[in-house]
């Protein structure tokens, strides 16, 4: 089964089932995949983390029941809200009104369940190939860092966050620093947190062992894993950003349900950057997701 497939069956499950107390971990277990996977594999294709979806959803059944006579205390019980008060802020942050106040407007239909769209066009002018499964030791990086999440924001952010790097003389002062040991550049995604996507991205080069690090770079350690490493389709400089997206699209939207892989727990992945992207019509990168067998 594809994974939008099990993804759909899962937001079912969770409508059928929405009164109930429910867990990563249940969830995860249902669809077949470790808690850390999965958390990612419904992010990427949902656009929401699988605990806050579910609270969203609770939400909006919950605001369908709001004329139908019931106390809104009792309506918020019910939904699996403890109280008036934490239903009431919840439901303000995400409606932007009180209950009392949207109860008045309150529709009795029963908001539709999201439909997942796939699509097979994840790469701008080429195909993916099939990765190379590579056992990569752990590898020490030292630049700069910043704190964001995957909820679309990223894709503003992290733009802009390269651009400056290269721009404000950081990049060059980096590539000068006597303790580079490779000047080959890794975007590396740390999680943080996987039920709410928010993740630390380091742009950084490896460095040498056993030097000191002057304390304005950010220092991290890439842990030694099983990578499938995907080289992006060549592309040319204004196409680049979108063949790259096209490739993280593509492994979690469809590799990763035929692969027989899942994302490794606790593992970073990470965009590698060398003298392969330096072409003016053929430029290439590394995409590298730390794996798994997945289990039976």
């Known amino acids: 089964m594809d994974y939008i497939d099990i993804l759909q069956d899962m937001l079912q499950y ?15 277990a249902r669809a077949g ?5 999965f958390c990612r594999v419904f992010q990427w294709n949902v656009g929401f983390s699988i605990m806050e979806y579910v609270r969203n959803r609770k939400l909006e059944l919950a605001a369908s029941e709001l004329n ?6 009792d309506i918020a019980i019910e939904y699996g809200f403890e109280t008036h008060s934490g239903f009431s802020k919840a439901f303000r942050r995400y409606f932007g009104s009180t209950p ?4 008045i407007h309150a529709s009795l239909d029963v908001p539709k369940l999201p439909v997942l769209k796939k699509t ?10 099939e990765p190379k499964m590579v056992k990569k030791a752990a590898v020490k990086i030292a630049g700069f860092a910043i704190k964001t999440n995957n909820k679309g924001e990223n894709k503003k952010v992290i733009p802009e966050f390269w651009q400056n790097y290269m721009s404000d003389g950081r990049c060059k002062k980096l590539h000068k620093e006597s303790f580079v040991k490779d000047h ?15 993740f630390e991205y380091v742009i950084g080069v490896e460095v040498k062992d056993g030097v000191d690090i002057p304390k ?9 894993a099983l990578f499938a490493v995907f080289t992006t389709p060549p592309s040319s400089n204004a196409n680049f950003s979108s063949t790259i997206q096209g490739t993280w699209d593509y492994i979690y939207s469809e590799w990763f349900s035929h692969s027989g892989y899942e994302f490794a727990p606790n593992g970073v992945d990470y965009e590698l950057y060398d003298e392969r992207c330096m072409s003016e019509t053929g430029n290439v990168c590394d995409v ?3 794996v798994v067998k997945k289990s039976v």
């Open 100 to 103: 009392e106040l949207y109860r």
């Open 68 to 73: 139908s006579g019931l106390r809104i205390v």
């Open 14 to 28: 969770i409508d059928d089932h929405i009164k109930e107390k429910m867990s990563v971990e249940k969830l995860a």
């Open 33 to 37: 995949f470790s808690p850390f996977h």
């Open 184 to 198: 080959a550049e890794y975007g590396a995604c740390f999680l943080q947190n996987p039920e709410t996507g928010e």
């Open 288 to 290: 590298c997701i730390p």
């Open 216 to 224: 304005e770079y950010h220092v991290c350690v890439i842990p030694e």
């Open 120 to 129: 097979r066009q994840y790469v701008y002018g080429g195909i993916v190939m």
